[in-house]
């Protein structure tokens, strides 16, 4: 049996036919900083995943590479049969091409990374990886290198499990050491967990999303509420749109889709932008606190416990500045009490 699973999310609903910037881009202000960030383009996001159909009209052109770490097909085979890898992709990089939806970074690169493989259990269908297949697409992601020497700038995981692999947090501290910034979804146990009780004093943990070298994403609803699947922690970082959230799919083309995995691709996506205005801006190369620190900035405190928001929601409009005498070695992981 898997150690990790696709974090349990819900299907809304699903189309062949849309032609709209999701909700979600619009919530955080993507579009508002297209033009400054050159819309993510030269930046590499690996989504580890289930997969991602390639051929979609949306993704076929930002995917940059390829690798199956499961058992199943060969090495380049990155069929996506639950859908899940696909919808993610899309939040984080879907083209802009007139037709279908427009990702938060529409110029940015994808490197599918597919850990998760078809599993039966009790007859039901479910979706799963090992500790080994993770930890491998981990530091292959840390190694790559691309056709013009690009490398892993954001990875992407909206996959967890209840426990903690000692291996696997070495493997995310690897990529942290290497200047990339992980992302991960914090988990869709709140209110199985609490039993209904919506109130955010749980500690529901949910791996690598619990680790505290990563971003972990709650997820918050297009009006600003909180659904009560959201996993609440402190080492929940920041939130973002994780409900009725419109995307790329397999089939059919498109669905809306609900959980943090949802969350997690549009921070995914904003930090790609981040890092293209902010070096730029700059002139030099951000390290991965510094990009941590770029998104804190860009947080709305909600007014509730930190717990459920982290440090608040993302909106991408702001300055990029860093801290005179602040040392970029140095990264703090504790939530905000409070955010001005």
């Given amino acids: 049996m898997p150690d990790y699973r696709l974090i349990p999310y819900t299907i809304e609903s699903v189309t062949d036919t849309v032609n709209e910037i999701p909700e979600g881009v619009k919530m955080i202000q993507a579009p508002e900083i297209w ?12 989504v580890i995943d289930s997969g991602c159909e390639i051929d979609h009209r949306d993704l076929k052109d930002c995917i940059i590479g390829k690798r199956n770490f499961t ?26 091409n007139r037709s279908g939806v427009v990702g938060v970074a529409p110029q940015a690169k994808l490197l599918i990374a597919k850990v998760m493989k078809q599993y039966i259990e009790n007859g039901e269908t479910s979706y799963g990886a090992s500790n080994k297949s993770i930890i491998e697409a981990i530091r292959f992601c840390v190694a790559w290198r691309g056709p013009n020497q690009e490398r892993v700038r954001v990875i992407n995981m909206s996959l967890g499990g209840k426990s903690h692999d000692a291996e696997l947090h070495k493997a995310v501290q690897e990529a942290v050491q290497n200047d990339i910034v992980v992302i991960c979804a ?17 500690d529901e943990l949910s791996y690598p999303g619990a680790y505290p070298e990563v971003l972990s994403i709650g997820a918050i609803d297009l009006k600003g509420k909180f659904p009560c699947f959201t996993n609440t922690n402190l080492e929940v970082d920041l939130v973002a749109p994780g ?19 949802m969350a997690a ?33 860009r947080t709305h405190a909600l007014g509730n416990d930190p717990k459920l928001e982290g440090n608040g929601l993302l ?4 300055p990029c500045a860093v801290t005179a005498g602040a040392s970029p070695s140095v990264k703090l992981k504790e939530p905000a009490l409070s955010h001005s």
């Fill in 35 to 46: 033009a400054e960030s050159k819309k993510g383009a030269g930046v590499v996001v690996a």
């Fill in 71 to 96: 058992d199943e097909g060969s090495q380049e085979d990155v069929t996506d049969s639950s859908g899940h890898g696909t919808h993610v992709a899309g939040t984080i990089a879907a083209i802009e």
């Fill in 186 to 202: 914090a988990g869709n146990e709140g209110d199985i967990n609490r039993g209904g009780d919506c109130s955010p004093v749980g």
């Fill in 243 to 261: 409900v009725n959230i419109m995307s790329t799919y397999n089939n059919p083309e498109y669905a809306t889709l609900s959980g943090t995995s």
């Fill in 265 to 297: 691709p549009h921070v995914a996506g904003a930090t790609a932008l981040l890092i293209n205005l902010c070096e730029k801006k700059f002139g030099r190369a951000f390290t991965e606190p510094e990009i941590y620190a770029q998104l804190i900035k």
């Fill in 315 to 318: 909106t991408l409009l702001g």
